[in-house]
């Protein structure tokens, strides 16, 4: 039961027109905090969840009749301006009137209606009504957006076209350089760090972008307003100036910092990326610039060189800037004008010709948002297209004419499984008519269509863990690239048979194409999610920012997400089978006829593979034995593996699953009635006070309604669970359930390690139940965008499911007709399939646990488990855990051999043992009927057989010697050394890297530590769980940030200012403070960003010694007591004892001299309180947070703990903050240190296949 994969859950352009560019693994790794090189992944798409409001209303089939005596198809835009027209009047009526005009005489004639047909295919799209654009009189240009979400904030962006590509020969890596020197060295940029705003900047091969992230309005201001925004626009003004960042301090810091951040990128993934994009683009610069550099150049390089490239490219004609944000478009662009019109530069010097001429003849020639490169889209037909001279530098001379695709092979012990993806480009396509959109839907139809044919239909195979056909605009390559992407499963000696299976279904696609009863579900899925796709503005200004540079990369159309939208439903309606298999001929063709003369040929074959596997020698028993030997791949071998895939005969697929209607009948469903009654009972909530939450209570008892916080809590007489928290948002409605218990569960009774794991994973695997296979459930799920997802947590198993909601177009709000909720009761209906399995084992109407879906769970384990262990970082992690426990299985990821040991019917009996219906909580949220949804909820979990017996809560023991008693270690991991509280990892690897890692045990997120206390005992505030319950009718002042229907509540309740006020006066105490019970969840988190901002501060930019450092905590852990922290350094090995000893200093000093500081409380304080406003207007807060109230297990978390967070996060003190650092673990005696290094291991010799080889390669 694999989680649904939507079509398009964002608009603008990103997944629906296969944009651009994304960030997969590399963009984000150093968070928003450092500035430096940022590789993103090639292609990828980005998703934008959104909230929905109704826009004006608009038929896609009617007719305008136009005062011209002409019939006008309305335009999409039409229906938006008035909307748009809001935000900015002056553009929406400056908007030219765009359409189709036919002349009414003209219908007479046969041909009309398809000449009209085209002309409308034809039709210029509409730009966004509300962008600003305009150019400074030194040449900056620059294009504002206006955004509300999220409100009260702006980012500026300014793109500096200059990337590596740019680089000339003895400047490699100069570009990254240059980006690190210019804003780090800013003070302008430091100015600004410590009001709320976040900075940050990237290289990549066309570019270099600067950002800053600000609120509207100064926080840290007292009196009258101060605007930020020309401060933020100094800071990038500042970059382009640089009239004091370049000095010979400066270079220095950042050389070191670069040098550190070249270790630090270094991954398997990274280099797996570098493969990819050198098997691909081999015939241009993007094989040999990439952004990192050479680290030698970089080492020798003095100042004037970086000056010069600086003075070269950092140039106002050579930038652009995006204002995206809350703010008045009119008075952004005076203060655009007024900031950088004082920028006057020197003509540049005369080697600038030399850029001149290399730009001649290529892609940036076209267009300045494009690297300096030319391309070779078909290799049989058109040779090796080499740059011009000055860019052969470097390059191989220019190869003659390939019949077949060059093959790059990467081998490396990092790598886990293997990968096979085969690649041809072709131009860039972007979006800039109707027909372009056209095109864009029915490929989208095609891929949908391929992906569920491969992973529900495929999926039990054994050969593959993943199979994907890609096709996307890529700006940063120029070009659009499709993909065949294959990667094994756990055994990569199946390569051959995957890539076969894979090959054929393509093949199937290309040559007979969907079939008729599939192309209906992909349409209706895809109408669905259109429809329920909210466009009132809640893409953020960063994404926003993104995609407009994407979209000027790409020369597409900038459109409204409304228009967007209904121009998408309006093609969708002129779809035919007929289009759709003609489209999919067109995708598929080239690899369908991969090795015909006439057909275009793959411009790149990259196979990326383990250098050694384990393999079986003997037949099996006592004379079984493993053995490690060498895989051994040829370039040769590959493309004839591929050939003979290609030219594979297939027939056409014949029949498929059949869809389901319903998954339950009438008959079925009304026998669930006879398992249980379903009742509301009394509540029982000993988490509150039970005289403060009487005015809450009504209907007997049976319902706890809380308006100001819109939620309501029921519970069945089976001992479910039930909250409810509907919003007026969103077209969609999500259920979270949390069941207590998790990984920790396996160590009580007999339970074997491992198993609950797996019986939850078996569940993900599985899905079929009644009278339907999973194949027909996952049809199902897909054609009506119902999404789930099982996983066992550290000490809980989490089941998450969304399923879309049907709106009222005349209200905008959920529709009340219970028939518009069948998607809903689908859902229900498989929850309770799941949910019955502890009480209804046999019951055929009960998810059925199958072998094939048990045998995919376990190879998923070994191959995630492989994974990890092959990863630096996350194999330290793992390391020090399982030092610090004793490897207790609770706290440290399988092992790859555990689900071996485990069987079916114990992974089974596991996951049944946690499905007490006392046990259980279901949490709703979303845009729903409450009575409608209410009904179903009560309905299908309350007919659920009630458990008896003892409860696993009963059971589940809370002794502090089961937690974290560090017990003799028995066995140690491979390549893992510990001694006392020191542990050495080794990694094999062709390439040397070092962490540094200490870690120790912290609160886990409701504050209790290892030993089970609790930190307001700890703190001196007495026992807790005596004051818990004693805040709920207090602090509910400010839970929105203002007034409304939460305000309403708030005032039927009978809740007032006041009653936030005496709470705000209460928490001046520090007893009562450090028992409310939400101080430990926002102490903590405060005192994370404190040690985070030291540990960052300290290792890089006074001592010098990373280019990263961070201090975060594990996974948040709601019920088991403590949870590690980890304080990471990136460095080298000359220097890991020194990162060692200062990263154990920083801590020292906390604990002693350098306590934090007023200022640094503030930023910290503002940051979570913006944070949170963020996630209350987003409902995460409530996903979050609502999740566990009705739970024993969650001690802590409770009503006060919802209502009372702003007041507890304005009252916390430097002492409070202090004193829980002092409780994270932090001590000389408390910490773990681990120094983990990949490379060659003892014995070895040196092997090749680093970052920049390719391992082995032809062509």
């Known amino acids: 039961m694999l989680p649904v994969q939507f079509f398009v859950i964002a608009l603008t352009g990103s997944l629906l027109f296969h944009g651009g560019e994304g960030t997969r693994l590399l963009r984000g790794h150093r968070g928003e905090k450092a500035l430096g090189f940022a590789f993103s992944s090639p292609r990828s798409s980005t998703f934008l969840p959104r909230s929905r409001e109704q826009f004006s209303p608009f038929s896609t089939s009617s007719w305008n009749i136009c005062p011209t005596g002409t019939m006008r198809h309305p335009h999409p835009l039409s229906m938006a301006l008035e909307t748009a027209a809001a935000e900015t009047p002056t553009l929406a009526e400056e908007a030219p009137q765009q359409g189709i005009q036919v002349d009414l005489e003209d219908l007479t004639q046969g041909s009309s209606l398809k000449a009209l047909h085209r002309r409308w295919l034809h039709t210029p799209l509409p730009e966004h009504p509300g962008l600003r654009r305009g150019r400074c009189a030194n040449g900056l240009e620059y294009l504002i957006l206006p955004n509300k979400h999220p409100a009260g904030r702006f980012e500026a962006h300014m793109e500096v076209h200059a990337g590596s590509v740019d680089e000339l020969d003895d400047q490699q890596g100069m570009a990254h350089m240059c980006e690190h020197i210019s804003y780090m060295g800013s003070a302008k940029r430091s100015s600004i760090l410590s009001k709320s705003v976040q900075t940050n900047a990237y290289t990549d091969f066309h570019h270099t972008v600067f950002f800053a992230k600000c609120p509207v309005l100064d926080p840290t201001s007292r009196g009258s307003p101060v605007y930020m925004l020309p401060r933020a626009l100094e800071a990038l003004l500042d970059v382009?100036?640089?009239?004091?960042?370049?000095?010979?301090?400066?270079?220095?810091?950042?050389?070191?910092?670069?040098?550190?951040e070249a270790s630090m990128v270094n991954t398997v993934d990274y280099r797996e990326e570098c493969q990819t994009l050198m098997?691909?683009?081999?015939?241009?610069?993007?094989?040999?610039?990439?952004?990192?550099g050479e680290l030698d150049q970089i080492r020798n390089w003095n100042l004037e060189d970086v000056k010069k490239f600086h003075s070269t490219h950092y140039r106002p004609e050579n930038a652009f800037l995006y204002v995206v944000g809350d703010l008045d478009a009119v008075e952004t662009e005076r203060q655009i004008q007024q900031v950088f019109e004082r920028l006057k530069k020197d003509p540049p010097a005369s080697y600038y010709d030399n850029f001149q001429k290399m730009?001649?003849?290529?892609?940036?020639?076209?267009?300045?948002?494009?690297?300096?490169?030319?391309?070779?889209?078909?290799s049989n037909a058109d040779g090796q297209t080499v740059d011009d001279e000055n860019l052969r530098e470097s390059l191989p001379a220019a190869a003659e004419p390939k019949q077949e695709a060059n093959v790059t092979i990467f081998q490396s012990d990092v790598v886990h499984s293997l990968s096979l993806s085969v690649m041809i480009k072709r131009p860039?396509?972007?979006?800039?008519t109707v027909e372009d959109v056209r095109r864009s839907v029915l490929r989208m139809l095609c891929l949908k269509g391929l992906h569920q044919r491969l992973n529900i239909f495929q999926r039990g195979n054994g050969l593959f863990r993943n199979v994907e056909l890609t096709s996307l605009d890529s700006v940063r390559e120029a070009a659009h690239v499709v993909t065949l992407d294959i990667t094994t499963d756990e055994d990569p000696l199946v390569w051959k048979e995957a890539v076969s299976l894979a090959f054929e279904e393509v093949k199937k696609l290309g040559e007979y194409g969907l079939m008729e009863n599939e192309l209906p579900q992909l349409i209706d899925a895809f109408r669905t999610d259109m429809l329920r796709t909210n466009t009132d503005g809640r893409v953020d200004h960063h994404e926003w920012a993104k995609q407009l540079m994407d979209q000027l990369g790409r020369r597409s159309t900038i459109l409204h997400p409304e228009q967007e939208k209904q121009i998408t439903l309006m093609v969708l309606e002129d779809v035919t089978l007929e289009d759709v298999n003609g489209e999919a001929k067109n995708l598929c063709n080239w690899l369908t006829d991969l090795g015909k003369e006439s057909a275009p040929q793959a411009n790149g074959v990259v196979v990326c593979t383990p250098e050694t596997i384990e393999v079986q020698m003997g037949i099996g028993g006592g004379d079984s034995k493993r053995t490690v030997q060498r895989l051994e791949l040829s370039s040769p071998e590959v493309m004839q593996v591929i050939r003979e895939a290609a030219q594979q005969k297939v027939d056409p697929v014949v029949t498929s699953a059949i869809l389901p209607?319903?998954?339950?009948?009438?008959?079925?469903?009304s026998s669930l009635s006879k398992r249980h009654t379903p009742r509301w009972t009394t509540l029982d909530l000993p988490k509150e006070d039970a005289e403060n939450i009487q005015p809450y209570l009504s209907e007997n008892g049976t319902l706890f309604e809380d308006r100001s916080l819109g939620l309501r809590m029921r519970q069945l007489d089976n001992g479910v669970k039930i909250n409810f928290r509907p919003t007026d948002e969103g077209a969609q409605a999500y259920v979270r359930i949390l069941i207590p218990g998790g990984r920790m569960a396996e160590v009580e009774g007999d339970m074997k390690a491992g198993a609950l794991a797996l019986g939850a994973k078996t569940l993900m695997e599985g899905g079929a139940f009644g009278s339907h296979t999973r194949e027909q459930i996952e049809l199902f799920c897909n054609k009506h965008l119902l999404a789930v997802n099982i996983q066992c947590e550290t000490d809980t198993v989490a089941l998450d499911f969304a399923v879309p909601t049907i709106i009222d177009e005349q209200t905008g709000e959920a529709s009340e007709d219970p028939r518009q909720y069948g998607n809903t009761e689908a859902v229900f209906q498989i929850i309770r399939s799941i949910l019955a399995a502890g009480t209804e084992r046999d019951d055929p109407l009960t998810i059925q646990f199958q072998e094939d879906a048990f045998r995919r769970a376990q190879a998923s384990f070994a191959t995630e488990s492989s994974r990890l262990r092959r990863d630096l970082l996350q194999k330290g992690m793992i390391d020090l855990i399982g030092a610090m426990s004793g490897e207790d299985s609770r706290f440290v990821a399988l092992d790859e051999n555990i689900p071996k040991q485990v069987t079916l019917e114990e992974a089974k009996e596991a996951m049944a043992s946690q499905l007490d219906t006392r046990n259980i909580e279901v949490?709703?949220?979303?845009?729903?009927?409450?009575?409608?949804?209410?009904?179903?909820?009560?309905?299908?979990?309350?007919?659920?057989?009630?458990?008896?017996?003892?409860?696993?809560?009963?059971?589940?023991?809370?002794?502090?010697?089961k937690f974290w008693n560090f017990p003799e270690r028995h066995t140690l991991p491979e390549h893992t050394e510990v001694e006392g509280r020191t542990v050495?990892?080794?990694?094999?690897?062709?390439?040397?890297?070092?962490?540094?890692?200490l870690s120790g045990l912290a609160p886990n997120r409701w504050g209790y530590l290892a030993d089970g206390t609790h930190i307001s005992e700890r703190m001196g505030a007495g026992s807790t769980l005596e004051k818990v319950s004693s805040f709920i009718g207090s602090g509910v002042k400010n839970l929105f940030g203002g007034k409304g229907k939460e305000q309403e509540g708030k005032e039927k309740d009978g809740t007032t200012e006041s009653a936030s006020a005496s709470l705000a006066e209460r928490l001046k105490d520090p007893r009562v403070r450090r028992s409310h019970p939400a101080f430990a969840r926002i102490a903590i988190e405060m005192a994370r960003d404190l040690l985070g901002k030291r540990t960052f501060s300290v290792m890089r930019e006074e001592q010098h010694l990373t280019y990263d450092a961070s201090f975060d905590l594990n996974e948040p852990t709601e019920v088991a007591w403590g949870r590690p922290f980890f304080l990471t350094v990136y460095t080298n090995p000359q220097q890991a004892d020194l990162c060692t000893q200062t990263a154990k200093k920083v801590l020292a000093d906390i604990l002693d001299g350098r306590r934090p500081a007023g200022a640094s409380l503030e930023t910290a304080r503002r940051s979570f309180i913006q944070k949170t406003e963020a996630d209350l207007m987003?409902?995460?807060?409530?996903?979050?947070?609502?999740?566990?109230?009705?739970?024993?297990?969650?001690?802590?978390k409770n009503i006060a703990a919802l209502r009372g967070w702003r007041e507890v996060a304005e009252a916390i003190t430097l002492d409070d903050i202090q004193e829980v650092i002092e409780l994270f673990g932090i001590h000389p005696d408390e910490i773990w240190e681990n120094v983990a290094v990949s490379g060659r291991l003892p014995g070895e010799e040196t092997r090749g296949g680093g970052a920049g080889a390719a391992g082995s390669s032809s062509g």
């Not at 098997?279 to 990192?292: D, Q």
């Not at 949490?923 to 696993?952: N, R």
């Not at 050495?984 to 890692?997: A, G, H, L, P, Y």
């Open 279 to 292: 098997g691909l683009h081999n015939e241009n610069r993007l094989a040999i610039r990439f952004p990192l």
């Open 1178 to 1196: 987003d409902g995460e807060f409530f996903i979050r947070e609502v999740p566990g109230l009705q739970l024993s297990e969650m001690q802590m």
């Open 359 to 378: 730009y001649l003849g290529t892609m940036k020639d076209e267009s300045i948002f494009l690297p300096a490169i030319k391309h070779s889209y078909h």
């Open 661 to 669: 209607d319903q998954l339950l009948s009438v008959e079925e469903v």
């Open 428 to 432: 860039l396509e972007g979006v800039r």
């Open 984 to 997: 050495r990892t080794r990694v094999r690897d062709s390439d040397e890297r070092v962490i540094v890692q």
């Open 923 to 961: 949490s709703i949220f979303g845009q729903y009927s409450v009575p409608v949804v209410e009904a179903i909820a009560k309905f299908y979990l309350g007919t659920i057989t009630p458990s008896s017996g003892p409860s696993p809560a009963d059971l589940r023991t809370r002794d502090p010697e």
């Open 240 to 260: 382009l100036e640089a009239p004091t960042q370049f000095n010979p301090s400066r270079l220095e810091h950042e050389r070191k910092a670069v040098l550190s």
